[in-house]
């Protein structure tokens, strides 16, 4: 514990108020009230965090285990590392595999689901035009001419 002489102490020092966050939303508006008391300053930003990677299977074993009996009592720690990488390697490559599928069954029904759209737009802009060759402003005279609106104001 420090012990300090409030006497000597600055009047700014004096005035500020410590206050201590309750809940996760004191704790937010705190750091952007920190963020938003100097704008200027540059704010860093960190990257995301490149996904796991397991080791590449080295392309030359040394210590090959022979299939001899007697092996010693620390071959097998030996053993079982080199089989859990294995297998870590094995589950990454089937995650990445199942990874790459969904992202391809996606795409292809997200390109059927716009192609789908496209041809619902086109369809409804062909019943939308103008019968016999007409204009729009032909049509809309025609209209008029027969009290078009007056039909549909009252119905």
């Known amino acids: 514990m420090e012990i300090v002489n409030q006497a000597k102490m600055r009047s700014t020092e004096k005035d500020k108020v410590i206050t201590l966050p309750k809940n996760a939303a004191d704790m937010q508006r705190m750091k952007i009230e920190k963020l938003m008391s100097n704008p200027d300053k540059p704010v860093h930003i960190p990257d995301r965090p490149k996904s796991w ?43 990445e595999d199942k990874k790459q599928k969904l992202d391809d069954q996606f795409d292809a029904e997200r390109q059927s689901n716009i192609s789908a759209a496209e041809d619902k737009t086109a ?31 009252e119905s």
């Open 53 to 95: 990677k397991p080791k590449a299977p080295p392309e030359f074993v040394r210590d090959v285990m022979g299939s001899s009996a007697g092996a010693g009592s620390g071959e097998f720690h030996v053993y079982r590392h080199i089989r859990r990488r294995e297998y870590n390697r094995q589950a990454y490559m089937n995650y």
């Open 123 to 153: 369809k409804k802009t062909s019943q939308a035009s103008t019968p016999e060759g007409k204009s729009k402003e032909e049509c809309r005279e025609g209209r008029r001419r027969e009290g078009w609106k007056e039909e549909k104001a």
